[in-house]
T-cell receptor, first 114, second 111 residues
Framework: NAGVTQTPKFQVLKTGQSMTLQCAQD?????MSWYRQDPGMGLRLIHY???????DQGEVPNGYNVSRSTTEDFPLRLLSAAPSQTSVYFCASSPLLILNTEAFFGQGTRLTVV | TQLLEQSPQFLSIQEGENLTVYCNSSSVFSSLQWYRQEPGEGPVLLVT?????EVKKLKRLTFQFGDARKDSSLHITAAQPGDTGLYLCAGRGAGSYQLTFGKGTKLSVIP
């Protein structure tokens, strides 16, 4: 039972580099989201998707892109990494048609931009 | 934007003590959840409360949703070292699938 799988677990980037954080879930959940977690800031929503082909911005979307070509995958792209994007990134999924449902989280990707 | 204020931010107590963590907002939420996060892991759901005034118990943990559905509390009785972790409250507004998180309470229980 894999649940939500994030790769890589750790990554170091140089300023200006681009990369993609991968997220896959095997629970057939329609709703998927990306958060970043910084010390003392809790979890802040970056982007979310309610199904394949549908994405929308969250609270802190600048510098990030997403796409949702399948139900299972929801990659997060950093276009040109900046030190301010150093953070721990979490992907989460949940079923859309169940009210007040649980969000299932991956183990996170710790990203350092130097 | 709905905000959740969580307090205290840090809590260090001795094993066997009781503690309460608070989650407050000026907004009404259709539901409120509490998650626990261990180092290097993602948050894991502890409980969901949906009705104003609702009280739920999970062993030594008691969760309460305020009557007006704007606030919640988590009370731990006789804390154990295994309770150490980051506790996060998260709320959903009416008709929304988005979760708004508080900033978290980092709990350390000293043996």
């Amino acid at each position: 039972n894999a649940g939500v799988t994030q790769t890589p677990k750790f990554q170091v980037l140089k300023t200006g580099q681009s990369m993609t954080l991968q997220c896959a879930q095997d629970m057939n959940h329609e709703y998927m989201s990306w958060y970043r977690q910084d010390p003392g800031m809790g979890l802040r929503l970056i982007h979310y998707s309610v199904g394949a082909g549908i994405t929308d911005q969250g609270e802190v979307p600048n510098g990030y892109n997403v796409s949702r070509s399948t139900t299972e995958d929801f990659p997060l792209r950093l276009l040109s990494a900046a030190p301010s994007q150093t953070s721990v990134y979490f992907c989460a999924s949940s079923p859309l048609l169940i009210l007040n449902t649980e969000a299932f989280f991956g183990q996170g990707t710790r990203l350092t931009v130097v | 934007t709905q905000l959740l204020e969580q307090s205290p931010q840090f809590l260090s107590i001795q094993e066997g003590e009781n503690l309460t963590v608070y989650c407050n907002s000026s907004s009404v939420f259709s539901s409120l959840q509490w998650y626990r996060q261990e180092p290097g892991e993602g948050p894991v759901l502890l409980v969901t409360v949906v009705t104003g005034g609702e009280v739920k118990k999970l062993k030594r943990l008691t969760f309460q949703f305020g009557d007006a559905r704007k606030d919640s509390s988590l009370h731990i009785t006789a804390a154990q070292p295994g309770d150490t972790g980051l506790y996060l409250c998260a709320g959903r507004g009416a008709g929304s699938y988005q979760l708004t998180f508080g900033k978290g309470t980092k709990l350390s229980v000293i043996p």
